[in-house]
């Protein structure tokens, strides 16, 4: 078994704490005296859309392994009336309200 001793730990923290932290204050440090071309600005604020169909395309479309685009699909089906509440309402609440019913409903009639 390795034995670490308790500085080396104390600096492992630290370091990841300083490769997690750098990068992120960079970029906010050195752009925040500048104006950005508005090319740049509308294309920033995709970046929250990409990102979050990133984390949720394969948690919809993929079951095993494979790409599921059918109706035993709970994630799917329980997704598609939760964009739509989303969509029109721009209601968190009412969306994450809805996305859970939809689902409770699903796993009731056993989908």
């Known amino acids: 078994m ?20 750098i990068p992120r204050v960079m970029p906010i440090w050195a752009l925040s005296s500048r104006e950005l071309p508005p090319v740049v600005a509308r294309w920033l604020g995709f970046v929250p859309t990409a990102i979050l169909s990133a984390l949720l395309a394969p948690a919809l479309l993929v079951q095993d392994g494979a790409i599921a685009l059918n109706v035993s699909n709970l994630s799917l089906l329980a997704a598609v009336p939760t964009f739509v509440v989303a969509w029109r309402t721009k209601s968190f609440f009412g969306t994450v309200a809805v996305g859970m019913v939809c689902v409770a409903a699903g796993r009731y009639l056993g989908l």
């Open 2 to 21: 390795i034995r670490l001793s308790e500085s080396l730990v104390l600096m492992v923290i630290v370091g990841m704490a300083l490769v997690t932290f």
